[in-house]
Nanobody
């Protein structure tokens, strides 16, 4: 089992920045990849960024050049640095961890970008 706890969400004006954190605990040695997803009201959950245990990184086209995913293995933490935020980035952001046969989700953190 893996437990994930997100933090760092909040209210920010358009053009501003936020950094989300996701701390993993439990059987973290089995994690193959971690990712950030988001879900806006009335919309499907979508992948924002992912990072594998080997360091491969992937971004959604909508956030390329603005968001950066990174990890600190010593702290069992994955970060999502979000710059140049837009109102359309407003969503609940979820941390996700994947291992063979299972995936785990955090409780989500709200990000609201005002225009």
């Amino acid at each position: 089992q893996v437990q994930l706890v997100e933090s760092g969400g909040g209210l920010v004006q358009a053009g501003g920045s936020l950094r989300l954190s996701c701390v993993a605990s439990g059987s973290i040695f089995s994690i193959n990849a971690m990712a950030w997803y988001r879900q806006a009201p009335g919309k499907q959950r979508e992948l924002v960024a992912s990072i594998t245990s080997g360091g491969s990184i992937n971004y959604a086209d909508s956030v390329k050049g603005r968001f950066t995913i990174s990890r600190d293995n010593a702290k069992n933490t994955v970060y999502l640095q979000m710059n140049s935020l837009k109102p359309e980035d407003t969503s609940i952001y979820y941390c996700n961890a994947i291992e063979v046969g299972s995936d785990y989700w955090g409780q989500g953190t709200q990000v609201t970008v005002s225009s």
